[in-house]
Nanobody, 133 residues
Framework: QLHLVESGGDSVQAGGSLRLACAIS???????????MAWFRQAPGKEREAVAA???????KYTDSVKGRFTISKDSERNTLNLQMNDLKLEDTAMYYC????????????????????????WGPGTQVTVSS
């Protein structure tokens, strides 16, 4: 049973940067590096969407709207999943969630540039990011 807790959400002006962190604990049988992990976000009135994903081998994928601005990374020594967000835009305003799973790990980009992933079993409670003009 994994326990995930996000931090780093804040209110920033457009063009600014934030770094989100997801503290992960509770794993016993598998090293953290063997988990498939991702960041999702959900804005008011919208469906939750995958933002960035990273597989156990460190391969990453991003939804088109954040590509070149966001960077997902994992620190197995500190047991954290990070999301560096630069050049933030108004449309990045959302609740951000980290997720993890030790099952099959896949992700793909749709024809509309959206990131689709496998299902995740473990989720954090979320951290709010608000971008203003």
């Amino acid at each position: 049973q994994l326990h995930l807790v996000e931090s780093g959400g804040d209110s920033v002006q457009a063009g600014g940067s934030l770094r989100l962190a997801c503290a992960i604990s509770g794993y016993t049988h598998n090293r953290l590096s063997r988990y498939c992990m991702a960041w999702f976000r959900q804005a008011p009135g919208k469906e939750r969407e995958a933002v960035a994903a990273i597989d156990p081998d460190g391969r990453t994928k991003y939804t088109d709207s954040v590509k070149g601005r966001f960077t997902i990374s994992k620190d197995s020594e500190r047991n954290t999943l990070n999301l560096q967000m630069n050049d933030l835009k108004l449309e990045d305003t959302a609740m951000y969630y980290c997720a993890a799973d030790q099952g099959a790990c896949w992700f793909q980009i749709t024809t509309h540039g959206l990131l689709k992933t496998a299902d995740y079993d473990y989720w954090g409670p979320g951290t709010q990011v608000t971008v203003s003009s």
